[in-house]
């Protein structure tokens, strides 16, 4: 059982380039969601899932893209990378109402845009 | 804006004292999540409060939930090097969906 499985673990892209960071959980959840955490700003919610085929924004989604078309991935994108998205990023899920649940992060993506 | 404060931002203590961490809204919270990230490390579920005035122990951490659902706290009693990291707590707010709002965080560091 390998829980939230996030790749890669490192990224360094140069401004203007387009990526996708992968989060796949094989725990049957139906809740996933996707995080970035800065010094000082806690954990702020990108974009989240509450079932496969459906998606929704979080706090700062400008910039990034999702879709849900299985229950296990949840792929975050970014079109085109700008510096301010240099952050470490974490993948959660959890079962069905995913606030009232056990989140589970994955270890993480060190993602540097120059 | 940060819908959920959390105070301190840091907190260094000598091994042995108590350390204490307080999450605010100044709206009514649903329920309350703690989580602890370690150095390098992710964010890993310790606890949840639910009822007004919920108070829960794990040991030597003590968890509170105000008894107007809009403030909580975590509290370690006699610190030790093993409890190093970020404590994080995690709110559903009334009406604001399915979505789980993290606290700034309170970095903990312990010296021996």
């Known amino acids: 059982n390998a829980g939230v499985t996030q790749t890669p673990k490192f990224q360094v892209l140069k401004t203007g380039q387009s990526m996708t960071l992968q989060c796949a959980q094989d725990m049957n959840h139906e809740y996933m969601s996707w995080y970035r955490q800065d010094p000082g700003m806690g954990l702020r919610l990108i974009h989240y899932?509450?079932?496969?085929?459906?998606?929704d924004q979080g706090e700062v989604p400008n910039g990034y893209n999702v879709s849900r078309s299985t229950t296990e991935d949840f792929p975050l994108r970014l079109l085109s990378a700008a510096p301010s998205q240099t952050s470490v990023y974490f993948c959660?899920?959890?079962?069905?109402?995913?606030?009232?649940?056990?989140?589970?992060f994955g270890a993480g993506t060190r993602l540097s845009v120059l | 804006g940060q819908q959920v404060m959390q105070i301190p931002q840091y907190q260094h203590v000598q091994e042995g004292e108590d350390f204490t961490t307080y999450c605010n809204s100044s709206?009514?919270?649903?329920?309350i999540q703690w989580y602890k990230q370690r150095p390098g490390g992710h964010p890993v579920f310790l606890i949840q409060l639910v009822k007004s005035g919920e108070v829960k122990k794990q040991k030597r951490l003590t968890f509170q939930f105000g008894e107007a659902k809009k403030n909580s706290s975590l509290h370690i009693t006699a610190t030790q090097t093993t409890d190093v990291g970020t404590y994080f707590c995690?709110?559903?707010?009334?009406?604001?969906?399915?979505?789980?709002?993290f606290g700034q965080g309170t970095e903990l560091s312990v010296k021996p």
């Open positions: 899932s509450v079932g496969a085929g459906i998606t």
């Open positions: 959660a899920s959890s079962n069905s109402g995913g606030a009232y649940n056990i989140q589970y």
């Open positions: 709206t009514t919270l649903s329920n």
């Open positions: 995690a709110a559903k707010v009334y009406n604001q969906g399915g979505k789980l709002i």
